[in-house]
C-alpha cells in the first residue's frame, strides 16, 4: 500500500463483458478525477467500499457508455464479486500488487519458499487477488521444482482456502480418475453400488473443460447437479452417496483459479497435479481414497514409469495427510463404454446399472473392479470379498435402486435426454481387426460435434479394439443438432477417423 | 491449425477499448454462428481476412452494443493492428497456440532451446501472437537459467525481429543507461558534444514508464521526438545525432512487448536486461557502445558485484556481435542535477549546455565524463584527449549550437515549458548535513506530482549530498498542477521526505 499514491471517487457501472476468472474494471480516458494516463506503470487498481477491496486490472476506454468520466465499469466477474450496487461511489487507486508476490518471484530466482510464503500466496490467490499473468507466474516458477515440504505446504494451504466438509462417520470414501478417456463415466456405477452397501461415498465431479463430457455434465442428463454444501449433507445422510457438481461446494477455490490458466497454456506437471486433486479431496473430508490412472498410448500417462512416479506422490501426500491413498493403473489404450457425449454416456451408465443386454461390458467389469477396491475399506469385506459383494449389489439391482435414490434427492434433469437428430456413419476402410482407437481424436470429434453444449451430441462406438471389421461396416456414428456441426465433423473424419485397422498398436 | 475446429463469418466492429498491448476481442453469448461455449476450452481465437490473420484473447458479451450476434467487436489494439473496416466479414474459429509454445514449455521444464527454436518465439511475440500469459510463461521459463548460447540466440533474434539500420560511417557510437537515477539526463548533453565533434551518435529513448521522465519525454520539451526511420537518417545525416523516442523506429518489437510483461511482474533478471539493451543497440547499427551502470543504495544495482557480473555479461555478447562495448560504473547515491521531471530535467540540461552560472555541476561533470569516452573511439582522440576535447567542445558553445542543429532538424515543440502552478517547499525538520537521497522515493513523489503527463510537473531540488542545511531551511520544491497532485505529494513527503540528514548514508 503506497498512502501516497492517486485516489478518488468513481461510480460503479455494469460492462456485461465476461472476462472469465479474472476481475477487469473500464475507466475513461477522460476521467474526472482519476487520470489514466498516472496509471500507465500501473495495470491494476484496488477499489475499496466500507470494508470490501477488489483488485482488477484496468482497461482505458474512449467509449462513455463503457464508463463515463465519472464512472469505473466493472465487468460481470468484478461486479459479482464486488456486489455493490450500480452507482455506488467507490473509492479507486492505483494496487500495489498483493506481498506474496515477493515470495513468487523468490521462486522464481530458485529460492524454496516456507510454509507461510505458500499460505500467503494461496489466500491471494483464493481471493482474486492476483492478475492471470501473475497466476502464471506462481505456476511456471514452481513448474521446474519444487520440494516435498513445498508440495505439502501448497496441498494443505489449497484444502484449508475454501469450504472444508467433515462428516459423521470414521470412513468417508472417494474416487478419483485423472481423465483423458472419452466415455470413462465408472463413478456413475461406483457410487451407486458402494452407497448400497452402506459406505459414504459424498462425490464431487468436474464439469468438461477441454474434453467433451465431465461426470457432472453427464449426471446432468438425469439429476440436477447444481447442488450447495447443505443440500449436499442432507442427500449423502440419506443415500450415503451422491453426484454432484464440485463448482457450487468451492472445495479448493485456489485450485479453480490455478486451473483456469494451466489450461490456456497446456502446464501439466505432475506435483500441480497431486495437489491440485488432493487438496480437493483433503477438503471433501474423505479418509479414504481411490486413485485410477489409466494408462495407453493416447492417454494422459503413457508409460509404467511416470504411472509409478504419480502413485508415490499421492501416496506421499496421503500419508502426511492422514489419508489412505490407494493408486492403480487401469487400461487407457482406448475409449470405455459405448457412447462419446453426456447423453450416450449416461444411456451406457444406465444399461450398466440395468444390468440390460446391449450394456457395455468394459464399463461394467471396471466399475466393479473400482468399486470392490472401495467396498474393501469395510473391516467386514477386507481381503478380497469386495468383488463379490459389488457383483452382488449390481446385479441384484440394488446398485439401481440405489441411482435412483439419488436421483431423486438430487432433484430431477432439467436437460433433454435426446439424441443430435442429425447423424453420419464413420465405415471401415477396409477388413481387418481395429488394432488401436485414438483417445485425444475421438474426445475431439465429440466436442466439435457439439458436446459437451449439446448433451445429445456425441459418437456411439460400434467397435472397440480386437473387433473385426468388414470394409463398410460402421465403426461408429456421429450425432450432431446443427447444420454447421455435422459437416464440420464429418470433414474431421475424412483424413483420420481416429481406428487404426490392421496396424500396428499405437505406441509399440 | 486444426482443419476440424469450427469457425465462421462474423462482422466486425470496433469496440474503444485500450487493452494495452494485448489484442483483445468481443463476441456475443448469443454469436449467430460462432456459439461462445463451443470454446470454453480455447481463450484464444484467430481472425482471417484475405492472407491477413489476427490472434486474439477472447471475451464474451450479453451486451449488444458491443458485439451483436453477428459481430466481432475488436478492441482498440486488434482493430489497429488488423487493419480492417467495421462491417467487414472475417472468418473467426479457436486458435490453435503458436507451436513455438512448445519450445517454452520444454525451456519451463529445464531443457536448453536451440537458436532456431529461441528465433521461432521471438518472430511470434514480435507479430503479437503471444497472449499476455504467454509471454510471462517464457519470460518467467527462461528466468532463473538460460545459457550463453541462449543468451546470445535470444539478442540475435530480437535484433533481427524489427528495424535495422545501416549507416554508411565505419564508426557510429552510442550510450546506454541502465536507470533508476531522477534527473539523469546526460544523453542530452553527451549527444550535441559527440556530434560537434563529428561523430554520428543517433540515439533512441524511450518514455518513461515507471519513472517521472525519460528522455524521450525530457527532450520532447524542446523538440519533437516522434521521428520514423527515413526521418532519422535524414537528421543523423545533417547533424551527426539525434534525440528521438525509440518507439516510433521500432528497433526491437519482441523487446517492446516482454517489457509490456516484465514490467507489472517487476521480472527483472540480468540476462533480459542485457539482451533487451544490445538487442536495440545491435538493430541501431551502434559500432561502439558505453553502458553507464548507476551504483548506490536506492539504485538498480546496489552493489560492486552485481555491477561486475552485468559488465561481463554485457561485454561477452558485444565481443560476439562484433561490438565494442565499454561499462562503466558511476555514482548513483543521489539524482543527478537539480530537477525531477521533464521540464525542470530540460532546464537543467540547456543550462548546462549554456554554461549558465547556475548549471549543475554533478551533471555537467558525468556528462564531460561520458563524452570524454565516446569522443576516444575517434582514433585521433585515443589515449586520454577525450575529456579535454569534450570541455572545449560545451565551453566554446559548439555543443549548444550543434543542440539547436539538432533541435530544428527534428521540429519545435508541441509542449508547454511552464513549470505546475501549485508549489510547496519540503524543509529540513533540523540543523545538520544531508546525509543520503531516497532515488526511489523521489522518482515516486514526482510521478505523484504529475510528472511525466505533466511536463511541468516535479521537484526541484536545493540540497544534495554533503550540503549544510538549517532547520526550515527548503530541501527542495515540489510543482504540481492539480490541487488534487498537490495535496497528494504534500501528504506524501510528511512520513519521510526522501533525506536523511546527519545519518548514517543509506546501505551502509
New interface residues.
Partial sequence: M?????H?QLKIRR??????RENVV?VS?RSK?L?A??F??F??VELRQGGKVLLATL?????D??AAPDEIGLSEPAFRRFAEAVGTEVTVRPAS?PES?EAV?AK???RTLSQAEIGAIISDLAHYRY????I??FL??S??FITSDELLALTGAMAQAGTQLVWPTPVVVDKHCIGGIPGNRTSMVVVPIVAAHGLPIPKTSSRA??SPAGTADTMEVLARVNVGVEEMKAIVSACNGCLIWGGHVNLSPADDVMIS?E?????DTREQMVASIMSKKIAAGSTHLLIDIPVGPTAKVTGGVEAMRLRKLFEFVGDRFGRSVEVITTDGSQPIGNGIGPVLEANDVMAVLGNEAGAPRDLREKSLRLAAHLLEYDPKLRGGAGYARARELLDSGAALKQMQKIIDAQGPSTCSNELGPLSFDVEAPHDGIVSAIDCLRMN??A??A?AP?DKGAGIRLFKKIGDRVEQGEPLYRVYTFGR??HD??A??TA?DNGYAINGKPLGE
Avoid: F
Fill in positions: 503506497h498512502p501516497d499514491l492517486p478518488s460492462v456485461r463483458l465476461d472476462t472469465g473500464v480516458r478525477a487520470r494516463e498516472i500507465r506503470g495495470s491494476r482497461l482505458i476506454t474512449d467509449d457508455t463503457l500488487p508476490l518471484r522464481i530466482r530458485g492478475s492471470d499473468m501473475e502464471a507466474a511456471i516458477g513448474a521446474s473443460i477441454t490458466v489450461r490456456p497454456l497446456s502446464l475431439r470429434l466436442r466439435t457439439g453444449l454447421s456441426e464440420l465433423a470433414s474431421a483424413g
